[in-house]
């Protein structure tokens, strides 16, 4: 059976490159809510016209919005790697009951840990190489912000519930994506 693994982590800190390894090694679906909105903007969907000026400024779109969309693809998916949701309390909360609902709850939950100048410096980086509308300075500034204030309680809350395994996320992708690893076997071991 998949895992059901929750990423959270500050922009910057390698949490879409590590759910895309773990998406592929464990056949679990990488479900991230960015590349979903982006894909509706590319598409000039009703959501991504909705949603289009609120990433280029960096800020979060409405939990109501948010908490439809993943609705909609947990129910579809068998396992998953959930990337860029929850990032409100209220979208924690949400998630919360929809896996109680459907009897699937989290196995773990990681969180990648970088100081925010390394995740600045790597925001910065990538701003040069794929020119995503959001990494300009002030968005990078708000999206870092709005990390500190809306989602880091987030880690508090699944810290709390003992589901929280934190990982150093300054080494290399390998170095990193080997702990996930590590972590991940001991949760097999468990079920
Ligand atoms: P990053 O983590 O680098 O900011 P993402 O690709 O995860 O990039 O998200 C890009 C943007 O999409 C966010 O800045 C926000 O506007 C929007 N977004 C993504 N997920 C959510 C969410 N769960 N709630 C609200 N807005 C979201």
Redesign the pocket.
Known sequence: MPPNVLLL????SG??TQAKRIASEYDSPHV???????KAIDDGTPLGRQ?ED??A???????A??IDL?RERLTESEGFVL??????MA?AEALDDMLAEIGRPLDVVFVLQVPDDVARER?AKRAVEEG?A??TPD?ID??IA??HRETEPIVEHYRARGSLVPIPGTGTVEEVFRQIQDALEQVAVRQ
């Open positions: 982590g500050i922009q910057g949490k879409g991230a809510t960015g590349d979903i909105l982006r949603v609120i990433l400024r960096g800020e979060l779109v409405p939990d919005t948010m993943i990337d860029g949701f929850p990032r409100t979208q925001l995503r959001d990494d968005a708000t999206r709005t990390y």
